[in-house]
Each structure stands twice: as C-alpha cells, then as structure tokens.
C-alpha cells in the first residue's frame, strides 16, 4: 500500500479557515498525499473548514494516513446512509463508524439488503462521490432544536438523549462539547441535499474519497444489545487511492483463502459439531497430530527451562472465584453455576444445601492452591508451575469465531512465584523464552504492548499498580522491541505486556501475554520464609505463551495457508509410484523413514499418477517421493514438493537422510527444490 506521508506543522491564524491556511504552503490536494483534515496539539482532528478563535498550530493529516484513512471511512459512511435513504425510502439510522480497515452503518430497513441491493447501492456511492458534495458541519443550539428537526430519527433522538450524560463514550456520533450535524451541500447551489447528527471530522467534499466498495451485509442490534431492535449492517472499504484499495481486496482474498475454519474442513484438522455447541471444537486425528507436536515441543522447551508440570480440574466450586475476585469482575465471562453436592433425607428435606460449582475461565487461582499446599522457602524460587489447562468462557454467539475465538480452549498457562528482587530478571527471562519459542514456530515479526490500569475496573494501590507496571515497562524497554500502549486495557488484578504477533499477511494477532500480579497473592495470603526467616509475600507472574492451542492452532494455520511445516505436517511424506508394479520399492524406503519417527505412506490407490500427485499437493503434504522403472533400478526415488518442483533419482539412502534432517531439524520453510539441493541429482519441474 502506499507509504505514509510525513505532516507538516502549520499555524492557523485567528478567524481563518484551516484550509485556507494551508494554501499558502502549497501542500497537496489530490492524489494519496492529499491533506483531508488537520491535527491540534491535542490530537484532536477538524475539517479543512474548521475556524479557529486564537492562533493554532496544527499538523497536517494525508489521506494515507491512519487518521486520514479514518476519515476518508467515516464520510464513506455517510454517503452510504445517504444512498440507502434515496434508494430505500423510510429507512432509519444507527450509526457509521470508521473500524479497522472500513466502515460500517446500521440501518432499520424493512427488508435485508440483498447483495443485489449491495451492488446498487456502491453504484449509487459512485455517483455521490463523483458529484463532489461538499460536507458543511452545523452547531445545533441546543438539544430540542436537533429533536425537532431529527423527530422521524428514533435512534438518532436517543443519541441527542443521551449528549452530556455521565458517560457518553459510547455515543459515535455524538462528541466533544457540541451537538453537530454534517450536511451534504450541492457543490454549485449549495442547496442542502442530505444530513446526519455527526460529530465529525470529515474529508471537505466526496472527491476526497477516491476508491470505495460495500463488501458484506449482517444482522446487527442497536449498540449490540440483543434485546434491542435487529438492524442490517452494511460493510465497506475505503482508501485513498484505487491502488491502495486493490492492494487491500487481494490480501483480503488471500485470507479468505487462508481462512482456518475451511482449511480446517479441507484439510480435515478440526470441526465444530452442533451436537456439541458454539465454540467447542473437536480435533480430527490430522489435527491432533499437529497440535501434539506443537504440545510436545513445548513441553521439551519448559522443562528445559526449569518449569514444573501440573494438573488442575475443569470445575471448581464458587467460593475458589470468590476469593480469586473472578465472580465479582469476570462474572459475565463465565458460564453460569452448577449447583450440585444438594442432601436431603427420606422426607425429601433438605439437609445439605446445594453448592454452586463452575467451569474454570482461569488456571491460576488452583495453582495459588498448589503454591499454598505446603510451607515454602525463598530456596524453591522461583517456582514455576505450567500447565495445559483447558478453560471455558462464554463469549456471545456474535464474537465466537472459528479456533481463534472459542468458548472452550486449552491454555498454555504458566505462574512463577518469586521474590520481589527476582522480579526484573524473571520478566526478562519470560520475554526471551516467550519470543524464542515463538520463533521457533515461525513467527518472528512482532511488537510489544503494554495494557495498563482501568481504574474503575481494578483492585489493589496505585502502588503496587505502579511498581507491577513499572517492571514491566523496564523490561520490555530492555528487550529493544517497539512498545505500543494500551491505556486502561489491563485485567482487573495485573498489568500485562502481550506480544503482538503478525502474520504471513501482515496481520497482528496477541499471542503470549505476560502479567505482574501482586494483587492474587494477597487475597490468597500466599507466603514464603526468607533467608532471614520471616514471611514474605511472593510476586507472581501469570504467561500464557499461546494464548491458548486452539487459538495458536488457527493463526499458525492461517500463517502458513495450510501447509505446514515438514516437522509439523500430519503426512510428512507419501510415495507415489508411476506404476503398481513400482510400489514395493517405495514401501522399502517409506519403512526406513518410519524408523526414523517420520510420518509417511505409500499410495496404493487406483488413481492416476498425476491426480495422486495433484491430490497430495491439494493436502499440502511436504515431500512426495516417486518411483518408476529408472529409480528402482538405480536404487533412487525423485521428489516432488508442494511448489511443483522436482528433484530427480536421489539415492535411497541419500533421501531418507535429506528429509529425516529436515523433519528432525524442525525447518519452518516449505521444501523445494532449491532449499533440498539437487546434490549429485538432476533438477526439473513438472
């Protein structure tokens, strides 16, 4: 996509409109590196049009910028509402925000758009943005004024409504210290053709908005409450060039291609049967292969690492989550309570009362347990205790979304108790493991963010909030990575740094989060005995390196589009014979790989050559190994790799070694022929 443009700094003077301002600098109208709106030193964004009081300096904002992306997307939004009030008369509106990549509107309309519907409203869009409307911000003088004229707009009242209300950050379309509209102007006459409660900013006319496209419709419910009317959503894009949108639609067809939940069907991973529920996925015995050798290797690198094993039900009675805090703070996220272990005698009273039981949301608050079982000393720290906890949380049926937001899942979930002096050097430790392992998956491209206190929705002192904070502040600042903030995004008890990981295409998903609680081991009364004998308060370090296997499982699918890793692919080899009278010398060298622990087969069926071959590359299986008269009698085989490429008449012995390395290696990269080497073999494709 196009790189961004550097702004420049600029002073508005006092009764002059910003774009006037800016005309004397002879910066760019047109084209990628447009100016669309201007920045105060406040961060706050204006229109072009936007009249300072006193002198201001501002900063420019290009349209390819992610503020000028922004507000391309927002006006985006509005002409969408204003083509879908022309085309569909009576319709009412919610709100258009910018979201990452788009926009979106929410409409009450009597019918859901059809994707016919789609193609005539992005046809009617082209023909808002060509005209050039100019978009005009008015000030309402006060809230019955925007009733009167808004009267047939019910959801557009409630926001009036609610404009000065204790907290009103969730009102989009209203902001800042005024009520505002933005009207759509005949660029010529100046006649007001369409308008929406908005609080702005928006790009000076349509023309700002160079590429745009509806891609999807969806149901959708007022500020997302189910209990609210349903509405229709429409999707689109926006960019600040045709460009820069083809650019985004081919990564976007990329990842539909590389969707996990059809790779998981095609490549028979993984399901979610309906007979089991919403967010529950069961793993095919081509999946579980994968997700034991992603298991198994980290069990390998955490006893390595001095990390303890442990085990901890799936249910717990609900005093556990009281004392933890759970029930109080993350109540919503958690399926509701059994209630169980309930006495009566033979006249039916009751002489044990029922006790409400839980599926686990967290692994820590047992291993506190665990911790607290016995007296410990400052010699066993730290102690660092894993474990692959399977939890279970309920999120809504509109956020469940295939492995990578599930309702039951498996956690790799690690604590370490240690001592306050041992803190800094155990988060650094945690950091290097964290990005270590996640290198040796394939995952190197990555940033750090920080999610700091949300004041009304945490426990413990500023103090111990500021030094948890603080040690992990220092110890991403020494690990040389970009740290991103997330202000307020912390869990109730701990700070936390997550490593932020992107992918093949670009994409950033949070894998490990690293947190310091020094919150848990005072509700739990956790101690140990110091070298000078008193007892002291452990720090514990919460990490979940994956985040949790299945969610891993979908990204690293996604990473790779299916084709995994030889080391990791649950066929690591198949042999295919030109001929049936040829399978037997492939089954000779497919044994002597299955010594080595190698995961291979020969295909006996009555298929082709050419459609095995096509069906086994379809499977993205890594090595294919085939045989016909010449390879028998030379006592070789010829690979063939998933690009197409073949290396011909390799040695048995050769071969079998080629991939046991390879496999055993653990190399990330798909084979070719140029990465295997043709060594003393001939080279060609096919």
């Given at each position: ?606 298929d082709r050559m050419q459609k095995k071959i096509r069906n086994h590359t379809t499977q993205k299986v890594p090595f294919m190994l085939l045989a016909g008269e010449t390879d028998r009698e030379a006592g070789a085989v010829s690979f063939r790799f998933r690009d197409g490429t073949q290396v011909n008449q390799v040695p048995v012995d050769d071969a079998v070694q080629r991939i046991v390395d390879w496999v055993h290696a653990r190399r990330n990269e798909s084979p070719t022929a140029e990465l295997l080497g043709p060594a003393e073999a001939t080279v060609g494709t096919a």
């Amino acid at each position: 996509m196009t790189r961004s443009t550097v702004s420049t700094t600029f002073v508005v003077p006092a009764g002059i409109a910003a774009g006037a301002a800016m005309r004397e600098l002879d910066l760019p109208n047109k084209g990628p590196e447009a100016v669309v709106v201007v920045k105060t030193a406040d961060g706050t964004l204006r229109d072009l049009s936007w009249v300072p009081e006193t002198d201001t300096e501002v900063e420019s904002v290009a349209a390819n910028t992610e503020d000028g992306r922004s507000v391309i997307r927002h006006s985006a939004a509005h002409v969408l509402a204003q083509a879908v009030q022309d085309g569909f008369p009576g319709t009412k509106l919610g709100i258009g925000p910018p979201i990452k990549d788009g926009f979106y509107y929410d409409f009450d309309v009597a019918e859901p758009f059809t994707p016919e519907d789609l193609k005539s409203l992005e046809k009617k869009m082209k023909q808002i943005i060509k005209a050039g409307q100019k978009f005009s911000r008015r000030v309402y003088e006060s809230k019955d004024e925007a009733r009167a004229e808004l009267a047939g707009e019910p959801y557009k009242l409630e926001l009036i409504d609610d404009k000065g209300a204790a907290d009103d950050s969730e009102v989009m379309e209203v902001g800042g210290a005024e009520l505002t509209a933005y009207d759509n102007l005949n660029p010529r006459t100046g006649e007001r053709i369409w308008g929406d409660l908005c609080r702005g900013p928006h790009v000076p006319t349509t023309k700002y908005i160079p590429a745009v496209k509806l891609t999807r419709s969806s149901a959708a419910y007022w500020r997302g409450d189910q209990d609210n009317a349903d509405l229709q959503r429409v999707y689109g894009t926006a960019w600040e060039s045709p460009e820069a949108m083809d650019t985004y639609l081919e990564l976007l067809a990329e990842a539909e291609k590389r969707d996990h939940r059809k790779l998981g069907a095609e490549l028979d991973l993984f399901s979610f049967p309906d007979e089991i529920g919403s967010g529950l996925p069961v793993f095919h015995p081509n999946g579980g292969i994968i997700r034991k050798e992603l298991e198994d290797y980290s069990r390998l690198r955490h006893a390595e690492a001095g990390y303890q094993f442990v085990y901890t039900p799936h249910a717990t009675k609900g005093e556990l989550f009281e004392k933890s805090g759970h029930l109080d703070w993350y109540s919503d996220g958690m399926y509701p309570p059994m209630q169980l272990d309930e006495e009566r005698n033979a006249e039916g009273q009751v002489t044990r009362q029922a006790v409400d039981y839980y599926l686990k949301p967290m692994n820590c608050p047992m291993h506190n347990l665990i911790f607290d079982s016995r007296g410990r000393s400052y010699r066993e720290l730290p102690l660092r205790l894993f474990e692959f906890g399977t939890v279970y949380r309920y999120e809504k049926s509109g956020v469940v979304h295939g492995l990578t937001r599930a309702r039951g899942f498996t956690q790799d979930d690690a604590h370490i108790y240690c001592t306050r002096e041992q803190m800094a050097g155990e988060i650094r430790n945690l950091l290097q493991f964290v990005v270590d392992l996640l290198r040796d998956y394939g995952l190197d491209d990555f940033y750090l963010e920080l999610s700091t206190r949300n004041p009304e929705k945490s426990i413990g002192s500023d103090e111990a909030w500021d030094e948890a904070t603080g040690a992990l502040r220092e110890a991403a600042g020494s690990f040389g990575v970009e740290l991103v903030a997330d202000p307020g995004g912390a869990a109730f008890y701990a700070p936390k740094i997550s490593v932020q990981v992107k992918d093949a295409l670009g994409r950033s998903w949070q894998m490990s989060t690293i947190q310091v609680d020094l919150m848990l081991p005072d509700r739990f009364d956790l101690e140990y005995t110091g070298s000078d004998g008193q007892k002291h308060r452990p720090v514990m370090l919460h990490r979940a390196l994956f985040g949790s296997m299945e969610r891993f499982f979908g990204v690293l699918t996604e990473h790779y589009g299916g084709a995994f890793p030889a080391w990791l692919s649950p066929v690591q080899v198949v042999g295919i014979p030109v001929a049936e009278q040829f399978g037997d010398h492939l089954e000779a060298v497919i044994g002597a790989l299955k010594k080595h622990g190698i995961r291979a087969e020969v295909d006996h069926s009555d298929d082709r050559m050419q459609k095995k071959i096509r069906n086994h590359t379809t499977q993205k299986v890594p090595f294919m190994l085939l045989a016909g008269e010449t390879d028998r009698e030379a006592g070789a085989v010829s690979f063939r790799f998933r690009d197409g490429t073949q290396v011909n008449q390799v040695p048995v012995d050769d071969a079998v070694q080629r991939i046991v390395d390879w496999v055993h290696a653990r190399r990330n990269e798909s084979p070719t022929a140029e990465l295997l080497g043709p060594a003393e073999a001939t080279v060609g494709t096919a």
